[in-house]
């Protein structure tokens, strides 16, 4: 029977570099005795290019890390200007218009100032939306399971869509960076749903066991 093996290891050449090579070896039956056939190939080039590639990878996970880092504080940033300024800004447009509301006596009018007032709360509503969807507070202060809890049920409230999920408690097994990572997959794919999918119903699970954590 031809039985082929194949490997890799290092040699050294007559001056002791270190040489990484393929072995690529075959035992067989020759004129009835066994006899065994060895190829050997250097594969420095390889090597060196497959260094390369892990280098080149781990620069992009870097960089992307890098990236989201960037994303996430720029997040905080406009949430931020969103709640303090733009948010405050449009309180006080309400209670003009509302002071002006109460001053106004013709029925038509009021009915036009009332309906100027019902947008503003939909604008204000709007931006707190936004304000929390850029940087959830639940997320900084009572970990990635309640914030995922909560957005689900948010989801439901505003999609229609019946929501089933079984979120484990995993906050304390994982680091701040890794919670803000599976809370935006979950936001990214829950809009995806709301957009594009046409569902009716979104089941989502986030189970613990000894060795890993399943997010489905």
Do not use: W
């Amino acid at each position: 029977a031809d039985n082929a093996l194949l490997f890799e290891t290092v040699i050294k050449d007559k001056n002791g570099k270190r040489i990484p090579v393929e072995v690529h070896s075959h035992h067989f039956q020759l004129s009835g005795r066994p006899t065994i056939l060895s190829i050997i190939r250097d594969i420095t080039v390889r090597k060196q290019n497959e260094i390369k590639l892990l280098e080149s990878e781990q620069q992009l996970r870097e960089l992307a890390a890098q990236l989201f880092n960037i994303q996430e504080i720029e997040r905080s940033r406009i949430s931020k200007e969103l709640h303090d300024e733009l948010g405050q800004a449009m309180m006080l447009l309400k209670f003009q218009v509302s002071a002006i509301h109460e001053k106004l006596t013709d029925p038509a009018t009021r009915k036009e100032s009332s309906a100027v007032l019902e947008n503003i709360d939909a604008a204000i509503e709007n931006i707190r939306r936004l304000a929390k969807d850029l940087s959830p507070t639940v997320l900084e202060g009572l970990g990635v399971s309640a914030a995922i809890r909560f957005l689900l049920e948010e989801f439901g409230k505003s999609s229609n869509i019946a929501v089933t999920a079984d979120i484990d408690e995993v906050s304390d097994l994982l680091a701040p960076k890794v919670q803000r990572h599976i809370y935006r997959i979950f936001q990214e794919a829950l809009t995806n749903i709301g957009r594009h999918a046409q569902a009716r119903q979104v089941k989502a699970m986030i189970k613990r066991s000894e060795q890993c954590i399943a997010v489905l």
